[in-house]
Every structure is written in structure tokens, then in C-alpha cells.
């Protein structure tokens, strides 16, 4: 059974910092890229970060850049977002996900696997 499972997220103040984790079962870990996605209370989905399997290569949306840092440890299945000086504008439900199909970060239906979220709330 392929599972996605976060953890990490809380209420954080303005300027602070939180670690995201999201530990993988069930499929080939190390074969795919992992990227976070966020929802915000009344919007659509935002891809944040993606980190490519093999180089190791991270790219982000330019409002996180600078900010998080994305990171992956294959022995242990589980892939980091560090978050810092975090923004009200952050607050989000945050997913971790995984693909093979490295042509576009934002379709949606290309994303193999899903976590189940986990809520990062940024007070102001």
C-alpha cells in the first residue's frame, strides 16, 4: 500500500520557522521527484517546491524562494520542507506528493501520489 504520511505542521508566529516532513511507503522512493503543494483557506492548489530524483535538483515558486529549503533523504523514504520566516500569507493545508513525470509541476493529474495534509497556520 503506497502511503504519503506528513507531519510537522502547527501555529506558528510571523517570522518563525517549522520542519515539514513526509515519510513514503510502498512504491520506489528514490525514482521519484517529491514536491509540496499547499491550499490555502478559500483557494486553489499552489505548488511550492519540487526536488528531482537522481541530480537532486530543487526549483521553487518564486515567493518561498529564499525562505525553504527543500531536501530528501532516500535511505529514509521521507522528504523535508524547512520553512522560515514564515508569512501569514503561508497559512495552507500542506501536501506531499511524488510523479515520474517531470513536464509540468502544476497538472495536477500527473501526481502519482498524495499525502493526506497537514495544516501550517501562521499568525500575524
Known amino acids: 500500500e503506497v502511503q504519503l504520511v506528513e507531519s510537522g505542521g502547527g501555529l506558528v508566529q510571523a517570522g518563525g520557522s517549522l520542519r515539514l516532513s513526509c515519510a513514503a511507503s510502498?512504491?520506489?522512493?528514490?525514482?521519484?521527484?517529491m514536491s509540496w503543494v499547499r491550499q490555502a483557506p478559500g483557494k486553489g492548489l499552489e505548488w511550492v517546491s519540487g526536488?528531482?530524483?537522481?541530480?537532486?535538483?530543487?526549483i521553487y515558486v518564486d515567493s518561498v524562494k529564499g525562505r525553504f529549503t527543500i531536501s530528501r533523504d532516500n535511505a529514509k523514504k521521507t522528504v523535508y520542507l524547512q520553512m522560515d520566516s514564515l508569512k501569514p500569507d503561508d497559512t495552507a493545508v500542506y501536501y506531499c506528493?511524488?510523479?515520474?513525470?517531470?513536464?509540468?509541476?502544476?497538472?495536477?493529474?500527473?501526481?502519482?501520489?498524495w499525502g493526506q495534509g497537514t495544516q501550517v497556520t501562521v499568525s500575524s
Open positions: 510502498g512504491f520506489t522512493f528514490r525514482n521519484y521527484r
Open positions: 526536488m528531482n530524483s537522481g541530480d537532486d535538483s530543487t
Open positions: 506528493t511524488a510523479t515520474t513525470d517531470y513536464s509540468t509541476y502544476t497538472t495536477w493529474d500527473l501526481y502519482d501520489y
